[in-house]
């Protein structure tokens, strides 16, 4: 199952540099602002947007699944185990249900929540393509584009191979139903040959690249170049700089 699919939306239309620079630079509030209340607003502000995209049900799921183990494993340990909490709700033992404790927990699953959400959502509305051909044109090395995109697009390119996998498994007449140990059997069939899937890919892309020169030393030009409008343009540049400061603003009142 591939997150991206093309569109029309406001998001789809940006420019995937200026996406990207407000992910980083929301990545940075984020982390930056030491209160949980606050992260509802840019939570709630990406939910919303996810609704003018077409596919919203399954940017929905994808950051449910990726959401919910974060979230469950904060609450179990920060919320039952914090070791600086005071106001004591609950005790179950040596855990302990405290105000600090939950708060806390809040703090760390929101932040997940958030930049999650921003992840999903710039993966749901971003042509690989088109990312790799923004990050060569504003002049980053194309290697490194690379990279950026091939990270970016791991994950959904490892589930469609678990997927073949699974399908190709069900065809032989593999039970893949049943209980948590007869899955996790069934996920120790499906993990060899999607790592060597993999292994086989880099190898194929690898020399795919090669013959397009891809180390060359002269600059590729785009077959097909984003749209890089003046005003992203303008907010790629101030919304770095807008931001460092209000971290730097924040971290020294944090402190002194």
């Given amino acids: 199952m591939r997150l991206y699919s093309p569109g029309r939306s406001w998001l789809h239309r940006r420019n995937p540099l200026a996406k990207l620079v407000a992910i980083i630079c929301l990545a940075l509030l984020v982390f930056a602002v030491p209160a949980w209340w606050w992260l509802v607003v840019p939570l709630g502000a990406l939910l919303t ?3 003018t995209v077409h596919n919203t049900r ?3 799921k994808w950051w449910a699944g ?6 469950v494993l904060s609450f179990l340990l920060q919320g039952l185990f914090f070791p600086e909490g005071e106001t004591l709700l609950a005790g179950f033992g040596p855990a302990r ?17 958030t930049i999650l959400a921003a992840f999903v959502l710039f993966t749901a509305t971003t042509a690989p393509s088109r ?6 044109t504003a002049g980053l090395n194309p290697k490194i584009s690379y990279m950026v995109t091939s990270g970016i697009a791991l994950i959904p390119a490892l589930n469609d191979r678990a997927q073949s996998v ?6 032989r007449g593999l ?16 993990v060899k040959p999607v790592v060597f899937g993999v292994l086989a890919d880099l190898e194929q892309r ?20 984003a749209p890089f409008s003046n005003a992203e343009r303008a907010f790629c540049v101030l919304a770095p700089v807008v931001t460092l400061t209000f971290v730097l603003v924040v971290l020294t009142v944090g402190h002194s």
Avoid: C, D, K, W
């Avoid at 990726?66 to 979230?71: I, K, R, T």
């Avoid at 249900?97 to 929540?113: C, Q, W």
């Fill in 49 to 51: 947007l996810s609704v």
């Fill in 58 to 60: 399954q940017i929905l």
């Fill in 66 to 71: 990726l959401v919910l183990p974060f979230a």
């Fill in 97 to 113: 249900l405290t105000v600090e404790g939950l708060e806390f927990a809040a703090l760390y699953a929101l932040r997940i929540a």
């Fill in 131 to 136: 990312l790799m051909t923004s990050l060569t």
């Fill in 166 to 171: 699974l399908a190709a498994q069900r065809a």
């Fill in 175 to 190: 039970r893949t139903t049943g209980n948590l140990a007869h899955r996790t059997r069934v996920l120790l069939t499906v």
């Fill in 206 to 225: 690898a020399f795919t690249l090669e013959q397009r020169g891809f180390g060359s030393q002269v600059r590729p030009t785009a077959y097909s170049p």
